[in-house]
């Protein structure tokens, strides 16, 4: 049975704090971002957060900047995500994904060519 990519998730009050974690495959190593995507039932895919491997600059969506923190393993390559003041907004389904092709800047733009390697994990934000 295949180790499921992305873990982390699970049911936290409003104001909580999760850590998701996500094991790319190894192939990926070379890939230029990473990031994390989360889908809400119901509506589309919003990129969240990704990484630049040229120069580590990470980027955030506004929904989440300043309570969301993305960092990365390069020797294993994965990538975390720290999630802080949790909200029932934040309430989605979240997956790692690699961007393959070079960008200078903020990576979130691409995200329409994010690559996904996994089911994703639940993270749920209710009283």
């Known amino acids: 049975q295949a180790q499921p990519v992305e873990s982390g998730g699970g049911l936290v009050q409003p104001g909580g704090s999760l850590r998701l974690s996500c094991s790319l495959p190894r192939f990926t190593s070379g890939h230029a971002a990473i990031g994390w995507v989360r889908q809400a039932p119901g509506k589309e895919r919003e990129a969240v957060s990704c990484l630049t491997r040229v120069d580590d600059s990470t980027y955030y969506a506004d929904s989440v900047k300043g309570r969301f923190t993305i960092s990365t393993d390069v020797a294993a390559n994965a990538v975390y995500l720290q999630m802080n003041s949790l909200r029932p907004e934040d309430t989605a389904v979240y997956y790692c994904?690699?961007?393959?092709?070079?960008?200078?800047?903020?990576?979130?733009?691409?995200?329409?060519?994010?690559?996904?390697w996994g089911q994703g994990t639940q993270v749920t934000v209710s009283a």
């Open positions: 994904a690699t961007l393959y092709e070079g960008i200078l800047g903020n990576c979130l733009l691409l995200a329409s060519r994010f690559a996904y």
